[in-house]
């Protein structure tokens, strides 16, 4: 079983950076892929952005150009470097890992709120 551990949410100011932080842990599984995903209050769940085990990146066109996903391979961790950060992306910020045997696996989700 895969564990997802997030941190870095919080309050900010719109024009303000944030960064996100999600550590798995676990014994047993190759991870293929790690991400984020968000959801807003009344929304579907969407994706941010999401980074591959050979580097192939993936972006929202709304954070293109503001936001930065990042992994750390021999610590199991990815990282979203949130800047000019906007109200509309506040929502509960979630963690996504695609690994084998174990499948997709999420953590436990991490609040961040933009104020205008």
């Known amino acids: 079983q895969v564990q997802l551990v997030e941190s870095g949410g919080g309050l900010v100011q719109a024009g303000g950076s944030l960064r996100l932080s999600c550590a798995a842990s676990g014994s047993g599984f190759r991870i293929n892929s790690m991400g984020w995903y968000r959801q807003a209050p009344g929304k579907q769940r969407e994706m941010v952005a999401i980074?591959?085990?050979?580097?192939?990146?993936n972006y929202a066109d709304s954070v293109k150009g503001r936001f930065t996903i990042s992994r750390d391979y021999a610590k199991n961790t990815v990282y979203l470097q949130m800047n000019s950060l906007k109200p509309e992306d506040t929502g509960v910020y979630y963690c996504?890992?695609?690994?084998?045997?174990?499948?997709?696996?999420w953590g436990q989700g991490t609040q961040v709120t933009v104020s205008s």
């Open positions: 980074k591959s085990n050979i580097g192939i990146t």
């Open positions: 996504n890992a695609i690994t084998y045997p174990h499948g997709g696996s």
